[in-house]
């Protein structure tokens, strides 16, 4: 037990000096205002600093030059934290060493344009204004974005109803471009029906039904087009010569498969796609749909995706690893990734090298349904100070860190012993190591990662006694277990959980066992070797 | 075989009569210049005949290289240097925004690479002119690029042309517009680079969630350093920039 402690107690003292050697002999101490790679404001060796720029043996904090503050684009209406001063000055921005929230210019409202809304700064609502071309409306009086959102109301659109060429047409539009247009044309017969479609038979225009259907920018539904070229009702083949339905504007919640857990993807008779349900508008093809709409010639595309023989949906992230031949996820070189399901498409986001992030997931139950969908998410892992903790209760801090409490198996460890002239306290006494959950990876070619270090924590030393006879062969008389194939699989094991620390076994005379690339090691030692020791 | 030799030959003069047509209408009927660059009446299609291949290209190597035309602090990206617009040397913290302002960057690197573009093309307008008898007044000012939501205009504010044969015609609104949503990327790095700046890291979906048309890529390299790609997937048209922010790095060091 003793020289379990022992041998904690080492281990610390080891990754504390690591931390001191790396970072006492790197010592950052100059703030350059550029780099000799073209940084701005780094914290780096006065060599690295470009000698046209400022620097101080300061830390880039402390200067003048490249304190931290808010850049404001007084053109843009952006605010953006955490730049340098020279950096913004240079550029062209105006800078505060307040944070944004602070910043009069940077106080963000409620911006109406169209039936759009966005939580921006008044500037940028100006901007946005210009930029789309419509007037805005912007509320200093509400605070946060989802407040923002829900005041977003749809502007009332009805049919718009004028003369042209003696005949009595109409277009859809919204109330302010029927007026707009009313005053254009100065036209006096121009009027507005809020709600309606131009094919009411009531408002008697020239427009008519029809079975063809299109997208709307901006939408996802596909709807039917009235004979005038008017944008009538979301798709839906059963009220293809309903009255009703091709006389007043319905909402989509009133139109089909409005509760449609696929978004009505690939559905013949309803266009009420949804993106968020994993379909949208698009015209249809015959190599690449499956069902041929019953009317029109656009579909509600299936955007869920095929990857390795299974099929995610639209929105759906899962993990993957780079070692698909090994089941041991995290042996040395492998890597975690994130695959993302968007539009019908795969994509795939490595985690962090060296497995200093790890990508975790969960199967969330989807609602009224048997069908579950996958979230996933690189994560950092928190290997780094595991090493150091000596109870269970610490080690297992999931809000802490990452790491693993092995248990002692007492008896061994009394016999493993090889210090046991140590007086540390028994009521100190750790029962256990404590491990990274994830071994972590090392770049141990550069020399820079510590990872010999790291691996030798590992290393260990089992005592075996042997007791000689004269006429028959030696007997063991203590430590028959640390020639056990259970005893190499255990240090083995605690060997690779330390990192890329790989874990094999060669009996030489001294029973050295020797660890990979990074050599940790457990001796087996004679009981003279041991003496000597 | 003598049909044969015939054939041939007739289509031989069939050529060189074509051939020779189209240069004769290229000399002498007025507007057939127009699909060639010079049409009297509208130098602006010459000017944006002149330029558009420049404009395109300068477009997708400022769109594939963080903003910049010439990175100057960049990660070599399968061989393409793709400029770090948050950067951080050290480990365990979050990145420095190092181009805050990336829109006037942007404007300010397009006006300053086509501005001999346009001098050079305003200076061949008036060569064509010239060459074709007329007596020709130029002054020449700086370009102007203007972002809109979907596309970019160029505007020549100061540049004037007037040319005289018989009559006098004076043209002084240079305008060229091209299709391309580099200010709707440049906006959603930017926004990418507020998250980069403040947790070391951006969610990808986000963006994809409120913008359908989008594809926002991360490529995490082997130094800490996150490759971003924003792809329009109606026009492919793609702007990629490099950060690096809150590095864990492999084993203890710094």
Redesign the interface.
């Known amino acids: 037990m003793k020289k379990e402690k022992v041998f904690l107690i080492i281990g610390m003292f080891l990754v504390a000096t690591i931390f001191f050697i790396t970072f006492s002999s790197s010592q950052i101490s100059y703030c350059c205002e550029k780099t000799t790679e073209g940084a701005s404001c780094q914290n780096v060796a006065e060599i690295q600093c470009n000698t046209n720029y400022k620097k101080a043996p300061t830390s880039c904090e402390s200067t003048s030059y490249c304190k931290l503050g808010t850049c404001i684009n007084s053109q843009e209406g952006t605010c953006t934290e955490n730049t340098p001063l020279v950096v913004c000055e240079e550029n062209g921005g105006v800078w505060s060493v307040e944070p944004a929230e602070n910043l009069g210019q940077c106080q963000l409202g409620c911006c109406s344009i169209g039936d759009q809304t966005a939580f921006v700064t008044q500037t940028r609502c100006k901007r946005l204004s210009s930029l789309y071309g419509l007037e805005t409306n912007y509320r200093t009086d509400i605070n946060s974005e989802l407040e923002c959102i829900t005041t977003s109301q749809p502007n009332v659109e009805g049919a718009c109803v004028f003369t042209r060429e003696y005949e009595r047409t109409c277009l859809r539009t919204t109330k302010k471009e029927c007026g707009d247009f009313k005053a254009d044309a100065g036209k006096e017969d121009v009027d507005f029906f809020e709600g309606m479609l131009c094919t009411d038979e009531n408002l008697g225009t020239n427009c008519g039904e029809s079975q063809q259907t299109t997208c709307v920018e901006g939408d996802d539904a596909v709807y039917y087009l009235d004979t005038c070229g008017n944008i009538a009702n979301v798709y839906d083949s059963s009220k293809k010569t309903d009255k009703d339905y091709w006389s007043r504007i319905f909402d989509k919640f009133e139109s089909c498969g409005y509760d449609s857990l696929t978004g009505n993807a690939n559905s013949k008779t309803c266009g009420n796609c949804d993106y968020f349900f994993g379909s949208t508008c698009k015209d249809y093809t015959t190599w690449e749909d499956s069902e041929r709409p019953d009317l029109g010639n656009y579909i509600c595309a299936d955007l869920s995706c095929e990857y390795d023989g299974e099929t995610y949906e639209h929105g759906e992230t899962w993990c993957g690893t780079n070692n698909i031949e090994s089941n041991d996820k995290y042996s040395p070189g492998t890597s975690s990734y994130r695959y993302v399901c968007y539009n019908g498409e795969v994509t795939i986001e490595p985690c962090a090298d060296f497995r200093q992030e790890v990508c975790v997931d969960n199967e969330i139950q989807i609602e009224g349904s048997s069908d579950t969908y996958s979230v996933a998410a690189c994560v950092v892992n928190r290997w780094q100070n595991c090493f150091n903790q000596q109870t269970q209760e610490e080690c297992t801090n999931d809000d802490e860190r990452d790491c693993e409490w092995v248990p002692f198996d007492t008896d061994d460890v009394v016999r493993r012993g090889t210090l046991s002239t140590t007086t540390v306290s028994e009521r100190d006494e750790p029962n256990g190591y404590c491990i990274p959950a994830i071994a972590p990876g090392f770049d141990f070619w550069k020399g820079t990662t510590s990872a010999k270090e790291v691996c030798g924590l590992a290393s260990n030393t089992c005592r075996v006694v042997y007791e000689d006879k004269l006429l028959s062969k030696e007997k063991i008389v203590e430590g028959e277990e640390c020639l056990s194939e259970e005893w190499r699989l255990a240090q083995e094991a605690m060997c690779v959980s330390m990192g890329d620390c790989e874990g094999g076994y060669s009996r030489t005379e001294n029973y050295q066992g020797f660890a990979g690339q990074n050599h940790s090691s457990y001796n087996i030692l004679s009981e003279e070797e041991f003496k000597n020791e | 075989m003598g049909d044969k030799r015939g054939q041939v030959t007739i289509f031989i003069i069939l050529a060189i009569v074509i051939v020779v047509g189209a240069v004769l209408a290229y000399f002498f009927i007025p507007g057939f210049g127009l699909t060639t660059g010079l049409s009297v009446e509208n130098p602006e299609a010459f000017i944006e005949s002149c330029m558009e291949d420049e404009i395109e290209m300068a477009l997708e190597k400022i769109s594939l290289r963080g903003g910049s035309l010439e990175p ?3 990660f070599n990206y399968y061989n393409n240097p793709v400029e ?1 617009l948050c ?4 480990n365990y913290i ?8 990336l ?3 942007l404007k300010s690197e397009l006006d300053e690479s086509l501005q001999p573009v346009a001098n050079s093309c305003f200076n061949d307008l008036k060569e064509s002119y010239e060459d074709k008898g007329y007596n020709v007044e130029m002054k020449q000012g700086k370009i102007d690029t203007e972002f ?2 979907k596309s970019i205009l160029f505007n020549f504010p100061n540049y004037e042309l007037t040319v005289k044969k018989g009559e006098t015609l004076k043209f002084d609104s240079f305008n060229i517009f091209v299709n391309n949503n580099l ?1 709707e990327l440049a906006s959603i790095a ?1 926004s990418i ?2 998250w980069e ?2 947790y070391g890291d951006a969610e ?2 986000v963006y ?2 409120y913008y ?1 048309h989008l ?1 926002v ?6 130094d ?1 350093t996150t490759i971003y790609i924003i792809t329009n ?1 109606e026009t492919n048209k793609k702007f990629q920039f490099a950060s690096r922010s809150l ?8």
Do not use: A
């Open positions: 100057e602090h960049f770090y950067y951080i040397n050290q979050p990145c420095i925004v190092q181009q805050p302002l829109i006037n960057h809109k939501i200010y930017n680079i507020g700046s403040t990808t979906t994809m969630n359908p594809k890529e991360k490529k995490k390299q082997g800490g997937r590095v864990f790095p492999p084993g203890y060091s710094r």
